[in-house]
């Protein structure tokens, strides 16, 4: 039997290093696809948490005293926002896609810092790790999206 592997180059693999260069356009392109999509998943998994604490009789450290109803309704069109852009991401990888996904983790992270300091509703600081991830993978995602581009033009 064959290793048909032999002559494929070696995936790179995602680095938490922002200034790990990116190597080709395979290489680009998952760090776009992957990191982009793993920044707006983390912020559409806040908003289905938050869903899930409002359903069960919780309220929003976002949203206090706010209507049940009102809050879900707004956490649905997010989730949907948050939805379309992830298709975005996942299929094109396009600079202003992967840019908004990393510029809603960064006001996410700094609304979770806010409720963290405001001494908010319990679970800030867990999800505030989370968003720093978020921020981590946004960055190589828009560094890669970026390389893309300049790739294009050039």
Excluded at 29 to 43: P, Y
Aim: aromatic share 8%; glycine share 14%; proline share 5%.
């Amino acid at each position: 039997m064959t290793d048909n592997t032999a002559d494929k180059p070696a995936k790179p693999k995602f680095s938490w290093n922002p200034f790990v260069p990116i190597i080709d356009e395979a290489h680009a392109r998952g760090l776009a696809k992957e990191g982009g999509a793993a920044c707006i998943g983390l912020v559409a998994f806040g908003y289905v948490a938050m869903t899930v604490i409002v359903m069960l009789g919780g309220e929003s450290p976002f949203a206090p005293g706010g209507d049940k109803t009102s809050v879900l309704i707004a956490h649905a069109v997010v989730l949907g926002i948050a939805a379309l852009l992830g298709w975005q991401i996942w299929t094109k990888q396009p600079v202003w896609a992967v840019g908004l996904a990393l510029a809603w983790m960064i006001i996410e992270t700094a609304g979770k810092l806010m409720v963290i300091i405001g001494n908010g509703p319990g679970g800030g600081a867990a999800s505030f790790v989370l968003n720093a991830i978020g921020l981590v993978v946004g960055v190589q995602a828009v560094r890669a999206a970026l390389w893309l581009g300049k790739q294009k033009k050039g």
